[in-house]
């Protein structure tokens, strides 16, 4: 099985000069928990929920006046829509992270890979495999 048999095909993005406000509203309106953000048809980071939550409302940064560019991963680890999933299964556990981009050969985003979607669309082995492990909080790279 390979990551493009299991990812959330074309996922909804935005841009770097992107406010909080309208990620988060993105997120509420397409169910999802990351956001990629693409310039110039590249991926150059993510917004999670949790980056709105820890990096904009507990720094009380304006949600308003903030921006993606302020507060994404930069370069965060992606996948190819080619790998196996198990590779992708244990680069994911390897980096304690929940979703991760997906790329095609020519590095366009095609999508997304979650452990929701491992868990509805894979086997319960490995969908278990993925979500036994605890996640620790993640403090490196991120824009301070």
């Not at 999670?48 to 921006?67: G, I, M, S, Y």
């Not at 590779?87 to 050969?105: F, H, K």
């Not at 509805?120 to 403090?139: E, F, H, Q, T």
């Amino acid at each position: 099985m390979r990551v493009r048999d299991v990812m959330t095909k074309n996922p909804v993005c935005a841009g770097p000069t992107t406010t909080v406000v309208a990620l988060a509203r993105l997120m509420a309106d397409s169910n999802c928990g990351e956001i990629p953000i693409c310039k110039d048809g590249r991926l150059v980071g993510v917004v999670t929920d949790r980056d709105v939550t820890c990096r904009t409302v507990a720094r009380l940064l304006d949600p308003e006046q903030t921006k993606a560019a302020d507060i994404m991963t930069l370069l965060p680890v992606s996948l190819f829509e080619d790998d196996s999933l198990a590779n992708a299964i244990a680069v994911m556990e390897q980096e304690s992270i929940r979703r991760a981009p997906v790329l095609n050969a020519t590095g366009t985003l095609v999508g997304i890979l979650s452990q929701v979607d491992v868990a509805m669309r894979a086997s319960y082995r490995k969908a278990g495999k993925m979500l036994a492990k605890p996640r620790p909080l993640p403090l490196a790279n991120m824009r301070a």
